[in-house]
């Protein structure tokens, strides 16, 4: 006869397992991490150069030959390189943590919840790698050339008035790119530090790889039935306020770059609305299929949502 003390040390049993085996799991990832890191110091300095690509380009096109940036205390530089390795070392080890994650939550799964989630394990990492590039190649570029053109604006100010008093009659302007400094007046030029630089490539990287997570986390809300897509187009214009505050808190203060997040995300958000839909239309294909589907239920649902449309 089995006492207590056995029906309890039965049923803690699974849950230790259970537990051992997250040890495992977390222990194979740190692992893997910490490979990652090692893997991504070797590099760090071609990446930080890949990295502060935008600001070379842009120094250039306004007439600084040799573009040069600088670190002001002894450790700082080394600092960087090992931010550099932390951040491409969790994206080199992220297949092996996403494997590990998998194989801790998957024994727990139906095999159709297997195979709804699986695509998104999949989905979440192309499409922050698809904001990543968009963010490095197109956003931080035009952001760069909107801070430090301003530098440029004197020499423009002294080729407008040359062309109209005579080149002769206009002196250099201090702090033009490509302009000697006058014997008048403090030079104002730009010694970028390489930590502050790297801040916001990053920064710009990290909020459009985690904005073009929205239509993965939202079909994923749909397939689970938290979200539809009456209810997504009944919140509409809750979501454009929503993409205003975002794109004003992860950008820098300059509209073009606050413009560029708002039309990106808000088009994500209109394509969720569409992956949703289809999401849903599955959904009652294979109801259909297995004459589970009830059309009253469905005209009462979307009632609901012409109702929730209505008041908001």
């Known amino acids: 006869m089995s006492t207590p003390d056995d029906e309890i040390d039965d049923s803690s049993a699974p849950l230790i397992e259970h537990l051992a085996e997250l040890r495992t799991r977390l222990i194979r990832s740190v692992m893997a991490f910490a490979v990652g890191i090692v893997l991504a110091f070797v590099v760090a300095e071609p990446i930080l150069q890949f990295l502060l690509g935008p600001i070379e380009a842009t120094l250039r096109e306004l007439g600084d030959p040799s573009p040069t940036m600088q670190y002001t205390s002894p450790q700082e530089y080394l600092f960087t390189l090992f931010r550099i390795s932390m951040v491409f070392g969790f994206a080199l080890a992220f297949p092996v943590i996403g494997y590990q994650l998998w194989r801790f939550v998957a024994p727990g799964l139906y095999r159709q919840e297997k195979n709804a989630f699986l695509p998104f394990m999949i989905a979440s990492p192309v499409m922050f790698l698809l904001g990543a590039t968009f963010a490095h190649f197109v956003v931080t570029p035009l952001a760069m050339a909107f801070f430090l053109g301003f530098a440029d604006v004197p020499s423009i100010i002294a080729d407008l008035m040359g062309g109209l008093v005579g080149a002769d009659a206009v002196p250099p302007v201090a702090g033009a790119p490509g302009m000697p400094g006058t014997s008048e007046g403090i030079r104002i030029t730009f010694f970028g ?34 979200v539809s897509a009456g209810g997504l187009k009944s919140v509409r214009k809750f979501a454009v306020v929503g993409i205003l505050v975002l794109a004003a808190l992860v950008t820098p203060p300059d509209v073009i770059t606050q413009m560029i997040l708002f039309v990106v995300v808000y088009g994500l958000y209109e394509m969720s609305i569409q992956l949703v839909a289809r999401v849903e239309k599955q959904r009652e294909k294979a109801l259909r299929a297995q004459g589970l589907w009830f059309e009253e239920e469905a005209e009462e649902d979307a009632a609901d949502h012409a109702d929730e449309a209505r008041r908001s």
């Open 193 to 226: 530090k390489v930590n502050e630089s790297l801040d916001i490539t990053l920064k710009f990287i990290i909020a459009f790889g985690l904005c073009f997570q929205l239509p993965v986390l939202l079909t994923l809300m749909g397939k689970a039935g938290l």
